[in-house]
């Protein structure tokens, strides 16, 4: 099965032997961020204005093409700048920066967390892990709506998350199915297609757990992004 990341590779790898191995590989490299508050907005601005000056855009049959073949087509290498969880101000805040800068945004999205009625987002994202350190929307809407995600759709990359990032593992049959297959059908019933990637709540690759490997695989997901790399499950 191909992955990005060809080298062996641990938490345990120093920075100078990654630092080897992205030199002599022609790696995508993944920026993740989670809550983009406005505040940090210029911020943003000039970790973009770095990004598209060293590399190139990715989308999906970029990525497609690039781990069937193990050759990168563009003249730069690629960076994948990914945000989690599915705040609103990835909406308002970063989608104008990435097309400013001609990136292409993978956003890897909570579907319960989108499907929870504003007044109740700010406590539905405490009890699942979801950082929420700014009160910036005073109409308590913090998860993005799927309209924006629609509008997100067209140029970027829409992903799943599950839906209500927790760890799939231990959970019930059913719970680890409404978790993987459940939220490849949100996506459907909303966007009107099925998302092609999948990322589970502390970032397991697939080949961790049988049971949600076979989940992924009925869903219909085409890659797994997880700590250490991005598998492509088929063509």
């Known amino acids: 099965m191909p992955n990005i990341m060809s080298p062996r590779l641990d938490f345990n790898s120093s920075v100078a032997d990654l630092a080897r191995q992205m030199e002599r590989h022609a790696m995508i490299r993944v920026v993740n961020f989670h809550n983009t508050s406005r505040a940090r907005q210029t911020e943003y601005r000039e970790q973009f204005a770095r990004l598209s000056r060293e590399f190139s855009p990715v989308n999906e049959p970029d990525l497609d093409r690039y781990l069937a073949t193990g050759r990168w087509h563009k003249a730069k290498p690629g960076v994948i700048p990914g945000f989690y969880e599915g705040y609103r101000n990835g909406y308002d805040v970063i989608v104008p920066l990435l097309e400013e800068f001609g990136l292409v945004g993978w956003f890897f999205v909570i579907t319960g967390f989108v499907k929870t009625p504003p007044g109740e987002q700010v406590e539905y994202a405490r009890q699942h892990d979801i950082g929420m350190k700014t009160r910036e929307y005073v109409d308590g809407r913090y998860a993005l709506s799927w309209s924006e995600l629609r509008e997100i759709d067209r140029k970027h990359v829409v992903a799943s998350h599950a839906r209500s990032h927790m760890l799939i593992a231990p959970l019930d049959e059913a719970e680890q199915e409404s978790e993987v297959v459940g939220s490849q059908r949100d996506f459907q ?17 697939y080949g961790t757990h049988a049971a949600t490997d076979a989940l992924i695989t009925k869903a219909g997901y085409q890659f797994v992004f997880s700590n250490l790399k991005i598998q492509r499950l088929r063509g």
Do not use: D, I, K, M
């Open 189 to 205: 019933e909303n966007l009107g297609h099925p998302v092609r990637t999948f990322v589970s709540y502390g970032g397991p690759a």
